[in-house]
């Protein structure tokens, strides 16, 4: 078993930055591959980013350039920094954790584990 904590989530204006950790507890968790999703209110859950046990990354779209996910095995951690944020960055970011990175990216309904989900606030 996987537990994920997120933190971090905050509000924050226009162009700004937040950064989000998510802590993960249970072993192994340099074999995992991590993820962020969001949903905003009246949408469809997205995948914004993952990273690999490698540490291979991938971006949607939306995001690259303006994102960076990075972990830390050594303290069970992945972090999501955030930069110049738009309003349409808002949603509920939530953690997620699979041996599979590509499912993670294409299948994530069968993603093994999620965090609750931490919100972000994009004024403008």
């Known amino acids: 078993q996987v537990q994920l904590v997120e933190s971090g989530g905050g509000l924050v204006q226009a162009g700004g930055s937040l950064r989000l950790s998510c802590a993960a507890s249970g072993r192994s968790f340099s074999s995992y591959a991590m993820g962020w999703f969001r949903q905003a209110p009246g949408k469809e859950r997205e995948f914004v980013v993952a990273i690999s046990w490698s540490g291979n990354t991938y971006y949607a779209d939306s995001v690259k350039g303006r994102f960076t996910i990075s972990r830390d095995n050594a303290k069970n951690t992945v972090y999501l920094q955030m930069n110049s944020l738009k309003p349409e960055d808002t949603a509920v970011y939530c953690c997620?954790?699979?041996?599979?990175?590509?499912?993670?990216?294409?299948?994530?309904?069968?993603?093994?584990?999620w965090g609750q989900g931490t919100q972000v606030t994009v004024s403008s």
């Open positions: 997620a954790a699979d041996r599979s990175v590509t499912t993670m990216r294409t299948r994530p309904v069968q993603v093994d584990y």
